[in-house]
């Protein structure tokens, strides 16, 4: 009987020290509750991986809080970054341990190719050029300098890597230059890609024949260049209980979205007009109205009625509703046809990918503090080092789930210690109870 006490004992011993360890390798901070939003990220690959920020994650994370002026180069536009946001967004891979990343932004100015400029075939309606790169480069803006202005012109964008086979890039743009009023966009954007030859087609229905550009360059795409920026189509309303005809409210699809333009579309006669941009911001004891932006615009129309666009560069707001005031004794004239928030340029989330498994991001948890990681590494290759393209999975982000225990284990660590402990102090006191059974029949 003795000989069977003993070997039950053993074996809650070795069932102690086989209970899975609460930290084996690197611990792992337990995943927070609390997220309100959880999203699928689908790697590019192994390794250096980016990720673009797109209006959902905006609109459920931590906002970004400031923005800081980018590095360009002389004649080029200015950019602005956001910064000091998304604090509580948190990547777990599959066996739910935390991903590190880093929001990475550019360090130095983007670099820009000229070409050589080769005219195009005219029409009637149309006109134009091809810009030729010299050789085949990743580009994602063009830039038009050398046109005699005042003008505003529509175009059509086209680009090649043979100079026979073409595909639109940009079905309709417009740029303009009122040296007058100081209002111009002699820049455009348009998604990455390898190209040699651009080919810029001007509408000429409705304005002059614009002499072949002094200069035109396209931006070179490297391993640190901007994400695509965002707009967002803002529905908008004249407020009808302002005593003013030119008020109007801008609805925005999240509070603290890092909005520093808003762009408006508006037809009607010759217009210059003085517009602001405010919001209902709480302040101690009262609700004032703060000044978010404000410009003086000059609404040209040509002779065949188009529309035009005007900006207004903002400060950040930080709710989600914008009122506009048109000052204006000529407010009736300028009809508002659409508004359009333009949102500042966003860092990329760079992160190390172990595979291809997906990851999940969890964010919308206001009380968590930004994470700090060793990220001196990616750091360094973010700048210089091509990285995989990840993107959000198709799955719309919903409520996020409860966080899974990390793989391998039925119960949390803290449990399973528990457990140890208590097997541990049973086997101690069978081992001892026995040890004096012989002394007390002596």
Same mark, same amino acid.
């Given at each position: ?236 309303? +004249? @407020?009808?209980? /302002? %005593? ?6 801008? #609805?925005?699809? !999240?509070?603290?979205? $890092? ?106 948890? +206001? @009380?968590?503090? /930004? %994470? ?6 990616? #750091?360094?290759? !973010?700048?210089?080092? $091509? ?56």
């Amino acid at each position: 009987m003795k000989r069977h006490f003993i070997l039950i004992a053993d074996l809650i011993l070795v069932m102690t020290i086989s209970l899975p360890s609460p930290v084996r390798g690197q611990s792992q901070p337990a995943v927070p509750a609390g997220f309100s939003h959880e999203r699928t990220i689908i790697p590019g690959g192994s390794g250096l991986n980016r990720l673009g920020i797109d209006l959902q994650l905006l609109a459920g994370a931590d906002p970004f809080r400031k923005v800081s002026r980018l590095p360009t180069e002389e004649g080029g536009e200015s950019a602005w970054i956001a910064q000091d946001g998304l604090d509580d967004l948190r990547i777990y891979d599959a066996r739910n341990r935390e991903v590190p990343y880093l929001l990475a932004a550019p360090a130095m100015p983007p670099r820009w190719a000229a070409g050589q400029l080769l005219p195009g075939n005219a029409t009637p309606r149309e006109s134009g050029f091809d810009l030729d790169l010299g050789r085949p480069l990743r580009v994602d803006r063009i830039r038009f300098g050398g046109l005699p202005g005042p003008f505003q012109k529509r175009l059509r964008l086209e680009g090649s890597l043979d100079a026979k086979t073409w595909t639109v890039i940009l079905a309709e743009g417009t740029i303009f230059d009122f040296p007058a009023e100081r209002l111009s966009r002699l820049e455009l954007g348009f998604a990455a890609g390898e190209r040699r030859f651009l080919r810029v087609t001007w509408d000429d229905h409705a304005s002059a024949v614009l002499p072949l550009p002094g200069a035109v360059a396209a931006r070179v795409a490297t391993a640190d260049s901007l994400a695509p920026a965002l707009h967002i189509q803002a529905p908008f309303e +004249r @407020n009808a209980g /302002a %005593p003013a005809a030119g008020r109007y409210v801008i #609805r925005l699809p !999240a509070p603290g979205l $890092p909005v520093t333009t808003i762009e408006l579309a508006a037809t009607g006669a010759n217009v210059l007009c003085r517009v602001r941009i405010t919001e209902v911001q709480p302040a101690p004891g009262e609700t004032l109205p703060a000044l978010l932006g404000v410009a003086s615009l000059w609404h040209r129309v040509p002779s065949d009625p188009d529309a035009a666009e005007l900006t207004i560069p903002m400060a950040l707001p930080r709710g989600a509703e914008l009122a506009l005031i048109v000052e204006s004794p000529e407010t009736a004239r300028l009809r508002l046809t659409g508004v359009r928030a333009l949102l500042s340029s966003l860092p990329w989330i760079c992160f190390d990918s172990p595979g291809t498994e997906p990851l999940t991001a969890r964010f919308g948890n +206001r @009380n968590l503090r /930004a %994470p700090v990681y060793d990220v001196n590494s990616l #750091r360094d290759r !973010a700048g210089r080092q $091509p990285a995989a393209e990840a993107h959000w999975g198709d799955a719309p982000g919903g409520p996020a789930a409860p966080p899974a225990a990390p793989h391998g284990r039925l119960f949390p660590a803290w449990l399973w210690g528990l457990i140890g402990v208590a097997l541990l102090a049973t086997w101690i006191g069978i081992r001892t109870l026995l040890a004096e059974r012989p002394r007390r029949s002596r």
